[in-house]
């Protein structure tokens, strides 16, 4: 019998070799001389090596080097570090199956029976086996694990595997790993428990290579609960990602009827996404939409690509009075449809290649049936466009196609310009830029009838020098001339050419203090301001043909925001009927940090303010005088603040007023109101909030207030709830006013899996 802190040693007289078998604390121990076997009864606690183990019996078996434990057997080298509490990261599985992890992080083996092998430093445990390690858990039916005579050599089997994290599991029949790769036999992988119905995938066999970021799966089964939906002869997982989810949605609407939706998204390949969905609509039909994106990246990184296709068809069985008439008043026929693509080519620091192209078979077809897409396409066009850089220069080529029948276009057929890249002009501080351009010009209205053509061809060239001034202030003159010339013009203007002259200076002064201010609830330490008084100038005479004259191609469009000084913003316009633009402005920015640290400064806001006096050309027409005020602010992690506004300065007439206001507490709520009035066409306040309840609850806000109508013409209410790791359910109840297209009534409803 030894005693609780004793050691294996001299017994009866017999002196025992030292051993790397320690009895902290035993009932009986026997001593076999015949086969030289030592057996300890328990409980018994004792220190092999690295491994604290517990169990109910021991035998040692010296001739061999195996020692055998039974009853409760637990092997722990955690030392008294070991935090017990799982965690959570990207790619935390394999740290389950690596076999160097027995050696090499700590872990804690519980099983009914173990073997244990001095000689080729392995554990062969049976019945009821559970590993714990720091990112997962493990259990198995027998596992044996050869830890190898050096570091990487080791040898991992076990059978009936059941192994994870807190984010997923894994079942499967056998795992086998070595120091080359690791192999799952009959796996699968689960978001949730495997008996709920959460999204899964199985697997015939799962492969991790050493040094690969990825696995990968043959003979792949992906599901929802024990409903098989794809089957894929391969497919890739990178930090147990496989790109898959699920979205279930339906609901009710007056004039789509009781719906229902089921899309699946899936990596075909490395660089493939397949996002196929399928929509019924009881009063409508079937909506069929086979999208799909891309994204690849060649191995050194010099060139990517990405982009998606949209697309969707419908034979729309609703009757005349649900198809309805598109904006224009013509009849919405059943045959209806959409396709909505994008792509980019890419070479770093060099060529790129961007691709668009809309197709909708009438103006409302993503209104009915895709009204998230209809937000995000609103402005439809189609183009294409190549830009080379040549050195000092660059070379692009426009073509801007009219694809649908929706709005007022604008046709460059094509448009190739040649620019000159902004630099200094030889060995002098003056710098000079320039174009060449040639287009081919149309606009046509909705109806696709031709409103004005012409061939365009354009040169210009700007010089610029800042003067050599204090360190605070610049004053920077610049000068430039553009010609265009018209030729084969149609419907609209003559044949002709025009030159603009632009000449004027831009000067600004530079400030800023720093002011010992501290707040907690704002959480500032110092202050930094900086502030900019700036005057602008510019004197844009023309020559040439008369205004009433230049060929009126591009569409009435009214841009937002501070425009730049001078004839470089003037893309297709011919002119903007400012002769002279004096512009005095104060521009304003404030940080918040430590002085001796600018790494550790934030920006709390930035405030300016606008005066443009402008005298227009005799005959052309431009914006008065008017004053601007742009405003923005981020002072604190629970507080957004942004306006815009412009003022008509002689009559004091609001023409443009965009305020926000973002109010949040970390991940509890967020609250949003955006109002946005432009020259009294568009009047609208939007607000939009969201409140978690718990964990696992939120509830959902949206109004929209139409200052046109005076009314509320949108409400929503909505829940959103999250089940276990697989799945979120969203439900909303939509009420309309005045928008008969959509309905006055609407309830959505929709499972959308977790990604994995």
């Known amino acids: 019998m030894l005693g609780s802190t004793g050691s294996l040693g001299a017994e009866d007289g017999v002196s025992m070799p030292e051993s790397p078998l320690e009895i902290l604390s035993s009932g009986n121990l026997d001593y076999d001389f015949e086969s030289n076997t030592i057996t300890a009864a328990g409980p018994v606690e004792a220190d092999y090596g690295p491994y604290r183990m517990n169990a109910g019996t021991i035998s040692w078996d010296r001739e061999n080097g195996i020692i055998r434990a039974n009853g409760g057997v637990q092997l722990d080298n955690t030392g008294n570090d070991f935090d017990r509490t799982p965690k959570r990261r990207s790619g935390d599985f394999f740290e389950v199956w690596w076999p160097q992890s027995y050696t090499e992080i700590p872990f804690i083996m519980s099983a009914n029976s173990a073997v244990l092998g001095m000689e080729s430093r392995s554990v062969s445990a049976q019945d009821g086996v559970s590993v714990r390690f720091p990112y997962g858990r493990m259990n198995a039916t027998s596992l044996n694990v050869a830890a190898g005579e050096t570091r990487g050599e080791g040898t991992l089997e076990g059978q009936n595997i059941r192994a994870g994290s807190g984010s997923f599991l894994v079942d499967a029949e056998k795992v086998e790993a070595d120091q080359d790769e690791t192999n799952l036999t009959h796996a699968g992988v689960f978001l949730s428990d495997p008996n709920d119905w959460g999204p899964r995938v199985y697997a015939d066999r799962i492969r991790h290579r050493s040094g690969e970021q990825y696995i990968t799966l043959y003979g792949v089964t992906i599901g929802v609960g024990p409903v098989p939906i794809l089957y894929l002869p391969k497919a890739w997982m990178r930090d147990w990602d496989l790109g898959i989810s699920f979205d279930l949605g339906g609901g009710f609407s007056d004039t789509l009827g009781t719906y229902g939706e089921f899309g699946l998204s899936f990596k075909a390949t490395d660089f493939l996404r397949l996002s196929p969905s399928v929509s019924y609509f009881g009063r409508r039909g079937w909506l069929l939409s086979p999208n799909f994106n891309w994204s690849e990246e060649s191995e050194s990184g010099e060139y990517y690509t990405d982009g998606s296709v949209l697309g969707g068809y419908i034979y729309d069985q609703g009757s005349s009075s649900l198809r309805g008439v598109d904006r224009f008043g013509n009849p ?64 692009s080529a426009l073509g801007r196609f009219r694809t649908l029948d929706m709005s007022e276009s604008l046709e460059a057929t094509p448009s190739v ?224 603040l942004e306006l815009f506004t412009r003022v008509e300065t002689e009559r004091v007439t609001l023409i443009e007023f965009v305020p926000g206001l973002s109010l949040r507490d970390g991940d509890r709520w967020e609250s949003t109101w955006y109002f946005q009035s432009l020259q009294h066409e568009v009047n609208e306040l939007l ?62 409803f929709g499972f959308t899996s977790l990604l994995f």
Request: aromatic share 14%; charged share 20%.
């Open 687 to 748: 607000w939009d909030a969201e409140v978690a309840v718990n964990r696992n609850n939120w509830l959902l806000f949206e109004m929209r207030y139409s200052g046109q109508r005076q009314t509320i013409t949108k409400q929503a209410y909505g829940w959103r709830h999250r089940l276990g790791n697989a799945w979120l359910l969203e439900a909303k109840m939509i009420f309309r006013q005045g928008d008969t297209r959509e309905g006055n009534f609407q309830v959505n």
């Open 417 to 640: 310009t040649l620019d000159l890249n902004p630099a200094f002009l030889g060995d002098t501080p003056i710098v000079h830029e320039g174009w060449v351009n040639f287009s081919q010009l149309e606009r046509e209205d909705y109806t696709g009838a031709d409103q004005a053509s012409a061939s365009r061809g354009e040169a210009a060239y700007r010089l610029s020098y800042t003067l050599p001034t204090a360190s605070w202030l610049t004053i920077t003159p610049v000068g430039g001339v553009r010609e265009r010339v018209y030729q084969n013009v149609q419907k609209s203007g003559d044949d002709g050419s025009s030159t603009l002259f632009e000449l004027g200076f831009d000067l600004g002064t530079d400030f800023y203090r720093e002011w010992p201010v501290k707040s907690e609830i704002w959480n500032i330490n110092g202050l930094v301001h900086q502030t900019r008084p700036m005057m602008g100038y510019r004197w844009m005479p023309q020559s040439g043909m008369g205004e009433p004259d230049i060929p009126n191609i591009y569409p009435d469009v009214y841009t937002s925001g501070v425009d730049p000084l001078g004839f470089s913003n003037l893309v297709y316009r011919s002119d903007n009927g400012a002769e002279q633009v004096l512009r005095i402005g104060w521009e304003n920015r404030f940080l918040a940090g430590d002085f001796e640290n600018p790494s550790l400064l934030r920006d709390l806001g930035t405030f300016a303010i606008y005066q443009d006096f402008i005298e227009s050309r005799a005959g052309a027409e431009s914006l008065p005088d008017n004053t601007m005020f742009a405003f923005a602010a981020d002072p604190a992690p629970w507080l957004g």
């Open 332 to 395: 919405i026929e059943r045959s209806r449809g959409y396709v909505l693509a994008q792509g980019m080519a890419n070479q770093r620091k060099g060529w790129s290649f961007v691709n668009q192209f809309e197709f909708r078979s009438d103006t409302e077809v993503l209104r009915d049936f895709r009204p998230g897409l209809e937000n995000r396409y609103f402005a439809p066009e189609s183009f294409s466009e190549v830009l080379v850089p040549l050195g000092p220069f660059s070379f």
